[in-house]
């Protein structure tokens, strides 16, 4: 059995740096194909969803690279260690 990722298919975890607001978020999410799935116990801090055909690792330097975006990495699996 091929190994698979250790973080859900086409999901991200992003923090918006604090000044950023909603609309500005909305915006930048719709116009990178985004769909906001929840807004995560963090402020500004969401769980996005790709729409697009971009892989994970595309999509995180793309977020990377936006001024707003405090950080963006994929939403890992947490396993308990036995």
């Known amino acids: 059995m091929p190994d698979s990722p ?3 298919n086409n999901e991200l975890l992003v923090k918006f740096k604090p000044e950023v607001t909603k ?3 909305k915006a930048i999410t719709e116009g990178l194909n985004l769909e906001i799935v929840s807004e995560v116990s963090l402020p500004n ?3 996005l969803k790709i729409r697009g055909n971009e892989t994970i690792e595309e999509m995180v330097e793309i977020l990377r690279n936006i001024k707003e975006v405090e950080y963006a990495e994929p939403n890992y699996i947490r396993q308990k260690t036995p």
């Open 23 to 25: 609309e500005e978020i």
């Open 45 to 47: 801090c969401y769980l």
């Open 6 to 8: 250790n973080y859900e």
